[in-house]
Every structure is written in structure tokens, then in C-alpha cells.
């Protein structure tokens, strides 16, 4: 029989076993990072995205505005961190805004007017009106007539005593009755005098009163200093939830809208990041649009002016406004995902993309990149970067214990915090990786992607090289090794919550779904992957598959659960394929129904790379064959040709625990670079079933617990592994049983000229 495989795709396979050693001499230039050196350059401290840096630097050079375009963690905001740095050091004086904005009283109460001033007119102009003020104060004197009144009120005292005495003495000596009488008129005289010295000081303190009310109002008057370029110095401004109060401005609520107590409307106005900052920096378009700031923005990239408005409908603020127009030249450095990208293409006709495009460029950031030897020699450069940032950050946290109490202050509120004795002699910093531990990192950025590719999703990888940090420094090694980030790996995969928590319980049920088998016809082992939404990680899931065909009812594939319509369709081509290969080889089709079950898939399943598992089981269960339940296959099926599925490399990863019982894969044959990440730091060996090359990876040290991988090109390349059948027995017995059930449904109707139903 004609072999589905070429001579040279034997080589090809065995040549697969030399990727480990390949990729440790593409690594050869150092044995650990303390011999890494990070590029002075900070777009170069960048790794994978070698187009979005080139970008970058023509539009430093032309002071244009940028759209990364990307999913998260592939580095659009360090990026634009850099972009910012580039700026700053070449052109930072020269984009700063050289005026101070003042705000100055408008027309009325609810307006303002803005202006521009050099700098040092700021100091003169306040020190104006504060002197001014200040001599307002001056002239305002307290005007007080106590002792005034104190002694017109002494005075009538002593006239009225005097009268008293001389009425009654007059008595006796009647001259005594006109001294009375005179000096009666006199007290009467002080009494009005007392009297009109309180008035004059009641009429003089309301004159003072109102001279200080004017003193408040030139308080009124002095204007707000909105931005001092000698002050404000940030060149980039990041806004994470752009709206119009962010980007242009407002004005503050006044809880004193009564009793003359208001603030002034321009003692009320702040300025948002188009007046202020020269670089805006939007974290995610999807907010802007979510806010409806989008057309405002559209205007101000368009006039770089813009009117400051009250953002409230009701209450202070709603009619405020600046009389005249801000200015506003921003360079807008902007990141979105793909979905965000479709919709502004949509919107408006894509006018924001537009205006970015006329000064600048949209940047597709890189999700995955070619495994190339500069690519792997920057994996290198990016965990001596990630160990240096560990190490300004234990710096940061721990240097005022340090400084204070002492090293052993450390080790002792180290241990309260990680709960685990640390060596008397343990230190707080960071320790440099080895070259088994960056290869760990590239085996992990390798598995998350696929086709030779390394993941660019780097956010993730973060966290592990952190985590491996401190399991070296909890044993106190004085490198970081292959084995303290495996840890971290298994630390943070427990991490994602309850997706990776369903993800332990399929794997639990898998082992005793194996160990209870003794009936395998018509089940099988689909390998599906399940998403992160945190970390946008691929995790493998086995799966196993139940398929059944009964005659004799509606010519149908019944597929119950949660399967989405790509997996259902699958289902469906697998029928038509089974109904092709029936008319191919001359045997009698009639109908059946085709039943189709994930087995335990309560979250759902979609996608096509279940095609080959769902019919290695249909077929299994038309031709009553066991199907070898401890080998897990995927693939995507066109025909009879096994086509390239996703996440190949963390399917098989699902399955290789030995305490899962699983023996190993069926893969597709356009898959098998995928399986050369797992080739790093195990035993494996080059092997063949019939014309079917496959290789053999030991689990364990001493080649112990063997997992095979077979690599297949057609539908009968998984039939002979899986159930031991070459393609002309498989048609063999589809012909026999085609043929019994069509004899057994001419009798059931009584018919003999039956050809098909």
C-alpha cells in the first residue's frame, strides 16, 4: 500500500531532536544574566516588536500621533512609555507648553477668561494684586468712641449727684434751687452728648463694614493660576478613562450657591490633559468610546482649540464657560484590541483613524513571533530587565526596615510574611537566572504560541520570573534554576481562578474515566484548550468524546449540550465524509442518526479540532472496534486529509501527568513543530508504527514512563494508532456493515428492490 509519507519526512521528524541543542547553543553567549547587559536604549529594552520601535522613531521624528493596536500584555503602554522618553530627551523643552494659563473673571458669574502669559509675569501680577489688597485693608480703620461716651456718661453722674444735693439744700436755703436747676441742664446736655456718640459709631462701623466687603471682592478678583511651566513638568499625560472632564477641563462644584458665599467661576476651573500635557497617552479606546468623547476629540484634533464647557446638567457648574478658546496641539498615543479597531473603522467612517493616520501611523503590535536567534537572544535580555526591576523594588520596600532595624529585621518579618523558617544567612535580593531557567521561559513563551513561534503576550511571564525570584531566595540558591521556575509556573496556573479550578476537576474525572473503561467502541479522547481571560493563556483540556450511529431512524447528527455550531458543524462533516467514503468504495448509504456527546464539557466546547476524535468514534462504533482510550487526538479534518488546529502544544501538556494514565497523542502532522518545547530538558527517542513516524518522550529521569506522539497526515494514520486498523480493513468492515443494514431494513419493509433510504 501506497505510503501517506515521503522519505524526507522521516528525517524531518528525527531532526526535531536536535531543537534542544539548537536552541542551547543560540544561548551559548552566557551561562547566566549577571553576563547580560540591558541596552541603554529604552525603545530597545522593548523585545518582539521590532516594526512597532521602527515606527516609534519616524514618528518621534515627526511629532506624530500613534495607534498600537494589539492584545493586552504584548507592551503597547511600555511602548508608549518609551516614546515619551525618546521625546523627552530630544525634543522635552521644545514641546512643553512655554506659557502659564490663567483664569481671570469673565463677564458674569458663570464665565471665565482664560490667558496666556510668560512666566515671570506671573509673580509681578499676583504681588499686584495682593498689595492692592493689602492697602485696601490699611485704609479701613476701626473707628471706636468708647472713651468718648465714657466720659459724657461720668460727667452726667456727677451733674445729677450735684442736683440732688442742691434741690435739697434748698429746702433750707432757697439760692441752693437755681444751682439745682443749672447744673439739672447740664446732665441733660451730657446725656444727649452720650447719646450722639453712640450714633456717630453705629453710623461709622456700617461705613466700615461695607469698606470691607469691597476688600472681599478684590479678593474676588485675583485670578487662578491654572498651569506654571515652571511647575508642571510631565511631558505625557496617561488617561485610563477619557471623558470630556479628563481631556479638556471643567469646573468644581460650589457647595456655596447662597448667602453671597459663591466662588467665583474661575476660582472653580481645572484643566484636563489637553491643555496641560503635550503627549496624551489613552490606556484603551474602548472607554472613549464607551463615554461618548469621541467626537470631541475628533473636533479638537481637527481646530487644536477647543471652548471649556460645565460638565453638569443641573446645579453649579452646568452653565459655566470660558469666554475665549484654550489651546490644544496634543501628539495622541492610543491603544486598542482588534475588536475596538473594527468598530472605529465602522464609526464615522473612520475618521479618528484617519487623523491618526494624517501625522502619524497605526502600529500592529506582534501577539506571536519566529523563534529566530535574535528573538531568543532578546527573551534573555528581557528577564535581566525583569530581575533589575525586582531589585529597585526590593529596594523600595524594604530599604527603610533595612536602614532602620537592620537585615535581621528582614529575615525575621520576611518569615511572618511567607510563613516558612528562611536560612539565618537569607538575603532580600534579587538573584540572576541561569541558562536552564531562560530556557524554562522560552519553553513557556514557545508553548503559549504555536508554529515556531514564541507568545508576545509577555505581561503574564512578569509574575513567573517574580515568583521564581523568591523560590530561589527562599532556598537561599544564589541563581535561579530550571526547577524554581517550574514552580512558579505551577504556583501561578493555580492563579487563574475558577477556569483553571474546572480545568483540575476534567483532569481528575479523566483518570477515572480511563481506569473505569471496558467497553471502548465508539470513545475517544478529544483534546480541546481553554481560555484565560487574565492571562490569555491557552490551557490544554482532554476530553473525552461518546459517538453512536443508530439505523433506522431520521438521517441526522443529534449533538446534545453546550456545543457551539463550528463544533457542531464538525459533527456534520464527519457524517458527509462517512456518506463520501460509503459512495467511493461502492457500499449502500442509509440513514442513520449520529449521535455526538462531550463527555463532562459543562463550560461549553467550540471549534473544529475535535473532526478527527468525533469521527475516529463514529467510525469506531460503525465498524464495532475499540478505540485505545489512554491516547489523546486532535485535528481539524477536511476529507480524509488531518488539517492544523491551535494550542497543540498545551493539549499534549494536559495529558502528560503519568498519574492520568495516558499513553500519548495523535497529532496533526502540520503540528509537529508544536511539540518541540516539550523536547526541553526530557529524554526522547525517534519512533514508528508501520509507515507512521512518531516520537517517544520519557516523563521521568532513566527513561521511565514513556508518552509517544505520533504524527498524522490522513484520517487512516489515526485509525491504525488508535484502533489498529489499516485503511483498506476499515473500508472492509464499513462495507459489511453497510451492507447487513441495508438487508436488515429490506426486511423490515418487505422489499427486495430497495437501493437506498
Known amino acids: 500500500m501506497k505510503s501517506d509519507y515521503k522519505e524526507n519526512d522521516y528525517e524531518w521528524i528525527k531532526e526535531l531532536l536536535d531543537y534542544p541543542r539548537t536552541l542551547e547553543e543560540r544561548l551559548d553567549f552566557f551561562s547566566d544574566t549577571a553576563q547580560i547587559e540591558v541596552p541603554a536604549d529604552p525603545v530597545d529594552r522593548v523585545i518582539f516588536q521590532d516594526k512597532a520601535k521602527r515606527a516609534i522613531r519616524k514618528i518621534a521624528q515627526n511629532r506624530g500621533h500613534i495607534l498600537m493596536v494589539g492584545r493586552p500584555g504584548t507592551g503597547k503602554s511600555m511602548l508608549a512609555n518609551m516614546f515619551k522618553e525618546v521625546l523627552e530627551e530630544s525634543l522635552g523643552d521644545y514641546l512643553r507648553p ?112 461695607d469698606r470691607r466687603n469691597a476688600v472681599k471682592h478684590l479678593y474676588d478678583m485675583v485670578p487662578d493660576i491654572l498651569y506654571d511651566p515652571r511647575k508642571d513638568k510631565d511631558l505625557m499625560a496617561r488617561v485610563s478613562e477619557p471623558d470630556a472632564r479628563n481631556m479638556k477641563g471643567g469646573f468644581r462644584h460650589d457647595p456655596y450657591q447662597s448667602g453671597n458665599l459663591e466662588t467665583p467661576c474661575h476660582k472653580r476651573t481645572y484643566l484636563g490633559a489637553h491643555a496641560k500635557s503635550p503627549i496624551i497617552y489613552i490606556d484603551e479606546l474602548k472607554t472613549l468610546i464607551k463615554v461618548g468623547y469621541m467626537a470631541e476629540l475628533l473636533e479638537v484634533m481637527q481646530n487644536k482649540r477647543y471652548i471649556l464647557e460645565g460638565g453638569r446638567n443641573t446645579g453649579s457648574g452646568a452653565a459655566d464657560r470660558s469666554e475665549n478658546h484654550l489651546k490644544a496641539d496634543n501628539i495622541i498615543v492610543a491603544c486598542c484590541n482588534h475588536d475596538t479597531l473594527q468598530h472605529l473603522q465602522q464609526e464615522g467612517e473612520g475618521a479618528f483613524l484617519s487623523r491618526i493616520e494624517d501625522k502619524g501611523e497605526i502600529i500592529r503590535m506582534e501577539s506571536a513571533v519566529p523563534e529566530t536567534t535574535e528573538n531568543v537572544r532578546q527573551v534573555a535580555q528581557y528577564v535581566k530587565q525583569e530581575i533589575l526591576n525586582l531589585g529597585a523594588e526590593f529596594k523600595d520596600s524594604w530599604g527603610d526596615v533595612i536602614a532602620a532595624e537592620g537585615y535581621e529585621s528582614v529575615r525575621q518579618r520576611s ?30 513563551l514557545r508553548c503559549r504560541a504555536s508554529d515556531g513561534k514564541l507568545s508576545g503576550i509577555l505581561r503574564p511571564i512578569n509574575g513567573v520570573i517574580k515568583s521564581a525570584e523568591f523560590e530561589a531566595i527562599f532556598e537561599n540558591s544564589t541563581l535561579v534554576q530550571a526547577g524554581h521556575v517550574r514552580q512558579a509556573l505551577k504556583d501561578h496556573l493555580s492563579l487563574e481562578g475558577g477556569l483553571f479550578q474546572e480545568y483540575g476537576q476534567q483532569k481528575k474525572y479523566l483518570k477515572k474515566y480511563i481506569g473505569s473503561m471496558t467497553d471502548s467502541i465508539g470513545y475517544v479522547v478529544g483534546l480541546a484548550v481553554i481560555h484565560s481571560n487574565s492571562s490569555n493563556q491557552m490551557l490544554g483540556q482532554p476530553l473525552p468524546i461518546h459517538c453512536q450511529i443508530n439505523l433506522g431512524v431520521a438521517d441526522r447528527v443529534v449533538a446534545p449540550g453546550k456545543i457551539g455550531d463550528i463544533a457542531k458543524a464538525a459533527a456534520q462533516n464527519v457524517r458527509a465524509s462517512i456518506k463520501k467514503v460509503l459512495n467511493k468504495i461502492g457500499a449502500p448509504y442509509v440513514g442513520y442518526e449520529m449521535y455526538v456527546e462531550y463527555i463532562q464539557a459543562h463550560g461549553g466546547v467550540e471549534g473544529d479540532s475535535a473532526s478527527v476524535a468525533i469521527d475516529i468514534a463514529l467510525i469506531s462504533d460503525f465498524v464495532k472496534k475499540p478505540v485505545n482510550q489512554r491516547y489523546g487526538v486532535t485535528g481539524s479534518l477536511t476529507g480524509d486529509i ?116
Not at 459724657?152 to 434741690?167: E, G, S, Y
Open 98 to 209: 512655554r506659557e502659564a494659563i490663567i483664569a481671570y473673571p469673565g463677564k458674569d458669574k458663570n464665565h471665565v477668561r482664560i490667558a496666556y502669559e510668560k512666566p515671570h509675569i506671573i509673580d509681578p501680577l499676583l504681588e499686584n494684586f495682593n498689595r492692592a489688597i493689602d492697602a485696601a485693608k490699611d485704609a479701613v480703620e476701626e473707628f471706636n468712641l468708647t472713651d468718648q461716651i465714657q466720659s459724657a456718661r461720668k460727667a452726667k453722674r456727677a451733674l445729677l449727684w450735684i442736683t440732688v444735693l442742691a434741690a435739697g439744700v434748698g429746702i433750707i436755703y432757697s439760692p441752693a434751687f437755681i444751682a439745682a436747676g443749672l447744673t439739672g441742664m447740664g446732665a441733660i446736655f451730657m446725656h444727649m452728648q452720650e447719646n450722639n456718640h453712640r450714633a456717630q459709631e453705629k453710623i461709622q462701623r456700617e461705613t466700615v463694614a
Open 415 to 444: 518569615e511572618t510574611i511567607y510563613g516558612k523558617a528562611l536560612p539565618a544567612d537569607f538575603k532580600l535580593q534579587e538573584r540572576e537566572f541561569d541558562k536552564s531557567a531562560v530556557l524554562e521561559i522560552i519553553k513557556e
Open 642 to 757: 488531518i488539517l492544523a488546529v491551535g494550542g497543540v502544544t498545551e493539549k499534549i501538556r494536559s495529558i502528560m501527568d503519568p498519574d492520568l494514565g495516558m499513553e500519548g497523542a495523535c497529532i496533526p502532522w502540520l503540528n509537529k513543530r508544536d511539540i518541540e518545547p516539550l523536547l526541553i530538558n526530557a529524554e526522547s527517542e525517534y519512533i514508528q508504527t508501520d509507515d507512521i513516524p512518531g516520537i517517544r518522550m520519557y516523563r521521568n529521569a532513566g527513561k521511565k514512563e514513556p508518552f509517544d506522539i505520533f504524527f498524522c497526515k490522513t484520517k487512516y494514520n489515526a485509525y491504525k494508532i488508535l484502533m489498529g486498523l489499516t485503511k483498506k480493513e476499515v473500508e472492509t468492515l464499513m462495507v459489511h456493515r453497510s451492507k447487513n443494514d441495508l438487508e436488515f431494513m429490506r426486511n423490515i419493509n418487505g422489499s427486495s428492490d430497495t437501493d437506498e433510504l
